[in-house]
């Protein structure tokens, strides 16, 4: 019998490495490891090995068991750990990565600066959290103005509530402009703004503005359609047109509503139409008193556009949401 066992655990172990696959692997321990198998035969058969012979045969037939079930198990375990598939063939042409785009609001950002710079416009920047000064006081807006509202800002908790918010507007750069340079100056910003809106088609809590500010002597009304009929042409095009409706805002004096002719895209097809984007007027003589500049000396003008909407009329898209949310489909049309 101990001659068996010795034949049995070599048979099984030479067996073992033929195994090429997981069906081969299984069909093993069907034969040897299974309720049926020729371990479980083994077994079976010590009840007719004599008394005196059982303790050797036991303890050979425990060992030769072990051993085929540990290297059935590291057999199984390295099956396991093998990669699935095909080997690769490294000398396979791999598949071509499409070259990278700045998103729309970045490339129409770009644009704006270019355009603006050309026309001796100078790019400031200043803090997305601002205090009440700079967004509100400094601007002309007065404490029972209902802009100041919590409901149309969004104002910082803690020990300074009501004191810092995140700005609603970029003409909280021209007031910090001011304050470090001496006029005349020539000034665009950029950037982020908020606001709690409700989020739809139109409207979103954050975007995007620009913001043009001159200061110089004997600024006029006519000076600021010039700029932005330079404006409007070089962006948009020759037969770009622009229109100023009157209109009011607490920083300026007077104030008017911009509105530019452009081509748009509508359902897939160019057409030309009159659109609102933003507002702009003469710098209001209190404005310039907040920021220490003689208004009987110096005059200026400002104006401010929406820059999605700039990008949405231009590109002929209709929800700003899209804009935000990083679809690849959407922002590879651009």
């Given at each position: 019998?101990?001659?068996?066992?010795?034949?049995?655990?070599?048979?099984?172990?030479?067996?073992?490495?033929?195994?090429?696959?997981?069906?081969?692997?299984?069909?093993?321990?069907?034969?040897?490891?299974?309720?049926?198998?020729?371990?479980?035969?083994?077994?079976?058969?010590?009840?007719?090995?004599?008394?005196?012979?059982?303790?050797?045969?036991?303890?050979?037939?425990?060992?030769?068991?072990?051993?085929?079930?540990?290297?059935?198990?590291?057999?199984?375990?390295?099956?396991?750990?093998?990669?699935?598939?095909?080997?690769?063939?490294?000398?396979?042409?791999?598949?071509?990565?499409?070259?990278?785009?700045?998103?729309?609001?970045?490339?129409?950002?770009?644009?704006?600066?270019?355009?603006?710079?050309?026309?001796?416009?100078?790019?400031?920047?200043?803090?997305?959290?601002?205090?009440?000064?700079?967004?509100?006081?400094?601007?002309?807006?007065?404490?029972?103005?209902?802009?100041?509202?919590?409901?149309?800002?969004?104002?910082?908790?803690?020990?300074?509530?009501?004191?810092?918010?995140?700005?609603?507007?970029?003409?909280?750069?021209?007031?910090?402009?001011?304050?470090?340079?001496?006029?005349?100056?020539?000034?665009?910003?950029?950037?982020?703004?908020?606001?709690?809106?409700?989020?739809?088609?139109?409207?979103?809590?954050m975007f995007h503005q620009v913001e043009g500010l001159?200061?110089?002597?004997?600024?006029?009304?006519?000076?600021?359609?010039?700029?932005?009929?330079?404006?409007?042409?070089?962006?948009?095009?020759?037969?770009?047109?622009?229109?100023?409706?009157?209109?009011?805002?607490?920083?300026?004096?007077?104030?008017?509503?911009?509105?530019?002719?452009?081509?748009?895209?509508?359902?897939?097809?160019?057409?030309?139409?009159?659109?609102?984007?933003?507002?702009?007027?003469?710098?209001?003589?209190?404005?310039?008193?907040?920021?220490?500049?003689?208004?009987?000396?110096?005059?200026?003008?400002?104006?401010?556009?929406?820059?999605?909407?700039?990008?949405?009329?231009?590109?002929?898209?209709?929800?700003?949401?899209?804009?935000?949310?990083?679809?690849?489909?959407?922002?590879?049309?651009?």
């Open positions: 019998m101990l001659a068996d066992l010795d034949t049995m655990e070599r048979e099984a172990l030479a067996e073992l490495e033929t195994v090429t696959d997981a069906a081969a692997l299984e069909a093993f321990r069907v034969r040897w490891l299974g309720s049926n198998g020729r371990l479980r035969s083994a077994m079976d058969a010590l009840k007719t090995v004599p008394k005196e012979a059982k303790p050797a045969v036991g303890k050979r037939l425990n060992e030769v068991k072990a051993a085929i079930e540990g290297a059935f198990n590291v057999r199984r375990d390295t099956a396991a750990a093998a990669p699935k598939g095909p080997p690769i063939d490294v000398t396979e042409p791999g598949f071509a990565v499409g070259e990278g785009a700045r998103h729309v609001l970045t490339k129409t950002i770009d644009e704006i600066v270019d355009v603006l710079g050309r026309m001796g416009f100078s790019v400031a920047d200043g803090p997305e959290l601002e205090d009440e000064w700079h967004n509100f006081n400094a601007l002309n807006i007065p404490e029972s103005h209902p802009a100041r509202g919590p409901a149309d800002n969004f104002f910082l908790g803690g020990e300074v509530a009501g004191k810092l918010l995140l700005r609603t507007q970029t003409s909280t750069v021209q007031i910090r402009a001011m304050e470090s340079m001496k006029p005349p100056l020539k000034i665009c910003a950029i950037g982020r703004v908020y606001r709690p809106d409700a989020h739809d088609a139109t409207h979103y809590s001159y200061v110089d002597r004997k600024v006029s009304m006519v000076d600021l359609k010039t700029t932005l009929v330079q404006f409007a042409k070089a962006f948009f095009g020759p037969e770009a047109e622009i229109r100023l409706r009157p209109s009011f805002f607490p920083f300026t004096e007077p104030s008017a509503e911009l509105d530019m002719k452009m081509r748009v895209m509508r359902n897939g097809v160019p057409e030309w139409r009159w659109i609102e984007l933003g507002g702009c007027g003469m710098v209001d003589p209190n404005v310039f008193k907040s920021v220490g500049i003689d208004p009987e000396e110096w005059t200026g003008f400002a104006f401010g556009l929406g820059i999605e909407r700039v990008a949405m009329r231009k590109y002929g898209i209709s929800d700003i949401r899209l804009l935000f949310e990083n679809d690849a489909r959407f922002l590879r049309q651009f």
